[in-house]
């Protein structure tokens, strides 16, 4: 994709970040190459690294009316 974007006289006074998502740019003013990297900053301690068990197919599932029973708000 080809941008072209003249910032003439582009002056920056102060700049707050409050957050930010999963993947992020921020850029101000001009750049020739940008060359983006991701990771994560979550602790090793917090990663749960396990093998998924044997999938188990499920059966024929009957389900049971209540035969003779009205549905009454007073019972």
Do not use: A, W
Request: charged content about 20%.
């Amino acid at each position: 994709m080809n941008h072209i974007v003249h910032n003439y006289g582009l002056h920056v006074g102060n700049i707050r970040v409050t957050g930010v998502s999963g993947s992020s740019l921020f850029l101000i003013g001009d750049n020739k190459t940008v060359r983006l990297q991701s990771f994560f900053d979550t602790p090793p301690e917090s990663l749960i690294v396990r093998t998924q068990g044997p999938v188990v197919e499920e059966g024929n599932v009957s389900i049971e009316q209540n035969v003779g029973r009205k549905n009454n708000k007073n019972d």
